[in-house]
């Protein structure tokens, strides 16, 4: 089983930068995907940025694209999410989640329902 423990959230004014990590314990082998979800107060969780883990493909939403970047270190089991030209809009708390793939069938990578593991969430707020 997968534990994930994420930090890195704060407070920053609109167009600055954050970094959040996700670091995995107990290993990742049977992992196929890292992602990156998060829910604003009142919405539903919805899908940012996702990784795979042994060919290091990323996926994001077109909101992140182009200032969001997620990067992983095998060797520490770790995601980062570098967040630039931060919006008020991104406001949320951030999950880390990890999918084993078994329910590759069903759901796509961007559906919440895929992913079998989550952090406890680390908050990040986004000043005007």
């Known amino acids: 089983q997968v534990q994930l423990v994420e930090s890195g959230g704060g407070l920053v004014q609109a167009g600055g930068s954050l970094r959040l990590s996700c670091a995995a314990s107990?290993?990742?082998?049977?992992?196929?995907?890292m992602g990156w979800f998060r829910q604003a107060p009142g919405k539903e969780r919805e899908f940012v940025v996702g990784?795979?883990?042994?060919?290091?493909?990323?996926y994001y939403a077109d909101s992140v694209k182009g200032r969001f970047t997620i990067s992983r270190d095998n060797a520490k089991n770790t995601v980062y999410l570098q967040m630039n030209s931060l919006k008020p809009e991104d406001t949320a708390v951030y999950y880390c989640?990890?999918?084993?793939?078994?329910?590759?069938?069903?759901?796509?990578?961007?559906?919440?329902?895929?992913?079998?593991?989550w952090g406890q969430g680390t908050q990040v707020t986004v000043s005007s």
């Open positions: 989640a990890a999918d084993t793939g078994a329910l590759y069938l069903y759901y796509t990578e961007y559906d919440v329902r895929r992913y079998a593991y």
């Open positions: 107990r290993g990742t082998f049977n992992t196929y995907a």
């Open positions: 990784i795979r883990w042994s060919s290091g493909t990323t």
